[in-house]
């Protein structure tokens, strides 16, 4: 299979997104233009977040951190998360359970 066969969407003016999905988790490939906003949000899913490219302000439960290609963050289920793009980013969520919202 191939990644570019993926539908891209784009849920937040300024990304673009690919999910793949298995019978236990939800995977999204993210591109973010610069200055882009993720509105604060939880879900009852724990998702680990990865930088792949660029710099991401990523808030989880009220703490920001700046986030540079190479780090990655576990955010709990429930807990509240925003985040700023700072410059081009690509990012790789990992969600369990399913994202059955993301289908």
């Known amino acids: 299979m191939n990644l570019d066969d993926v539908e891209e969407r784009e849920l937040i003016p300024g ?59 576990v955010i709990p289920p429930d807990v509240v998360h925003s985040g700023h793009s700072i410059t081009d980013c690509t990012i790789i969520d990992v969600f369990s359970p399913v994202r059955d919202d993301y289908r």
């Not at 793949?20 to 939880?42: C, E, G, K, Q, Y």
């Not at 991401?56 to 190479?70: N, Q, R, S």
């Open 15 to 73: 990304t673009k997104v690919r999910f793949v999905h298995s019978d236990r988790m939800t995977v999204a490939h993210w591109h973010f233009d610069p200055n882009i906003d993720l509105p604060a949000h939880s879900h009852p899913h724990e998702q680990i977040c990865n930088v792949i490219e660029g710099e991401f302000e990523l808030t989880i439960d009220g703490v920001p951190e700046k986030m540079t290609a190479g780090h990655y963050r």
